[in-house]
């Protein structure tokens, strides 16, 4: 079993959608939940950041963890075709500052007009 | 601020040749990571140096890749020989804060 799944899609909605992204992880330890966004051919850059169960919003952004289901999602509203992306959840271990990143297979997300 | 910088983007080598990339990561960042990502994946961490020197080389395939980070900046990633299932996306990335990585554009290395 991987330590992190998710859906890789691809998923495809209609401008305005709301999206719904998750990924699920068997490790306990994992401290820090993040979701990255990947355009193709560019390096990943970190969208959201969490620590803690609950949510966190950002914008058209909110980030959504469940510590005891192992369970974690990203909501985009209103989306827009610039949202056009692969999304990654990745979880952290940090010992000190040294963070190690376990990421998800990615799911790409295609918002058409 | 200056993002990290990878270079070469692009690379096709035929198998057994040998191949170096190269990163600098963004100012004043003391760790730095490679990642390995092949189509259709995450990225998979190959290397993370703190400052010059290593803190986790668990998943590098040591009988082919090397790294090293002199004088905790630059760093250059290697490969020798090359396989085709080397092919793949590898990135640099960069942080002051662990979990909070910065990410380079990447280098395309395709092994024919």
């Known amino acids: 079993q991987k330590e992190v799944e998710q859906d890789p899609g691809p998923l495809s909605v209609p401008e305005g959608a709301i999206v719904s992204l998750n990924c699920t992880y068997s490790n306990s330890a994992f401290q820090y939940f993040m979701w990255y966004r990947q355009y193709s051919r560019k390096g990943p850059e970190l969208l959201m950041y969490?620590?803690?169960?609950g949510n966190k919003e950002d914008g058209r952004f909110t980030a959504q963890v469940d510590k005891s289901s192992k369970y974690i999602s990203l909501f985009i509203r209103d989306s827009q075709p610039s949202d056009s992306a692969t999304y990654l959840c990745a979880m952290s271990i940090t010992t000190g500052t040294a963070s190690k990143l376990t990421f998800g297979t990615g799911t790409r997300l295609q918002v058409t007009l | 601020e200056a993002g990290v910088a990878q270079s070469p983007r692009y690379k096709i080598i035929e198998k057994r040749q040998s191949v170096a990339f190269w990163c600098n990561p963004i100012s004043g960042h003391a760790t730095l990571y490679w990642y390995q990502q092949i189509l259709g994946q995450g990225p998979k961490l190959l290397i993370q140096f703190q400052n010059n020197g290593v803190v986790d080389d668990s998943q590098l395939p040591k009988d082919r890749f090397s790294a090293e980070r002199l004088k905790g900046v630059d760093s250059t990633l290697k490969i020798q020989p090359a396989k085709l299932e080397d092919s793949a996306v590898y990135l640099c990335a960069s942080t002051l804060r662990g979990y909070e990585q910065y990410f380079g554009p990447g280098t395309r290395l395709t092994v024919t």
């Open positions: 969490t620590y803690s169960s």
